[in-house]
């Protein structure tokens, strides 16, 4: 079975520009979960998918992130603009349903904005 | 103040030590306590978790938890080269969702 997915590994942009991520989460698993770590600080929540809805957006930094997931199946981050400091490595995490249940990891997304 | 906080290291022991690692926080709604370990250029891997407190042993790692100090741990028997990695410990406790809130992960060496 295939785990968690994400594209691209490594994304390389500069200041102002806009920049997509993907993840593609274990298939049938209802919740997405998209977490970040900036250099030298701890993995932060930044938001949690139920299937196609938004179920908690707490942890998104502002409005230039903009996270998507029709349909219920993979899910998209975008920033627009980048600024610096939104260099760091995006995670994505899924899990089957609403109870506790183990959060498979993604290998992650490095952006680097220049 | 941090909700999790974690010494970050590194750790450097010997192959066949017995390797404890730590966290404590502040958030007595966490109810669910996890270790990942992550190898570099990976994403986080699920080692063990445990719900409330009391102890979970799965072959050579125990976890522990004490809710009433707020701290939590994490220990590796038999250490080998290959347990060398970043172990990061998480919490959470449900709020409509499962979000995980990490502490800064502990960088542990282990020499043959």
């Known amino acids: 079975e295939a785990g968690v997915t994400q594209f691209p590994s490594h994304s390389v942009i500069e200041k102002g520009q806009t920049v997509t991520l993907r993840c593609d989460p274990i298939?049938?698993?209802?919740?997405l979960y998209w977490y970040r770590r900036v250099m030298g600080k701890e993995i932060k929540f930044l938001l949690h998918?139920?299937?196609?809805?938004?179920?908690?957006e707490s942890g998104m930094p502002n409005n230039r992130f903009l996270a998507e997931r029709t349909g219920g199946t993979y899910s998209t981050l975008k920033v627009q603009p980048a600024e610096l400091e939104d260099s760091g490595v995006y995670f994505c995490?899924?899990?089957?349903?609403?109870?506790?249940?183990?959060?498979?990891f993604g290998p992650g997304t490095r952006l680097t904005v220049l | 103040q941090k909700e999790v906080e974690q010494d970050p290291g590194p750790l450097s022991v010997p192959e066949g030590a017995i390797v404890s690692l730590n966290c404590t926080y502040s958030?007595?709604?966490?109810?669910?306590f996890m270790w990942y370990r992550q190898y570099s250029r990976k994403g986080p891997e699920l080692l063990m978790y445990?719900?409330?407190?009391g102890n979970k042993e799965d072959g050579r790692f125990t976890a522990q938890v004490d809710k009433s100090s707020k701290y939590i741990s994490l220990f590796i028997r038999d250490s080998q080269p290959s347990d060398s990695a970043t172990y990061l410990c998480?919490?959470?406790?449900?709020?409509?969702?499962?979000?995980?809130?990490f502490g800064a992960g502990t960088r542990l060496f282990v020499k043959a």
């Open positions: 958030n007595s709604a966490f109810q669910y």
């Open positions: 298939s049938g698993h209802d919740n």
């Open positions: 998918f139920v299937k196609e809805s938004k179920q908690d």
């Open positions: 995490a899924s899990s089957l349903d609403n109870s506790y249940n183990e959060q498979f």
């Open positions: 445990t719900y409330s407190s």
């Open positions: 998480a919490m959470s406790g449900f709020t409509g969702g499962f979000k995980t809130i």
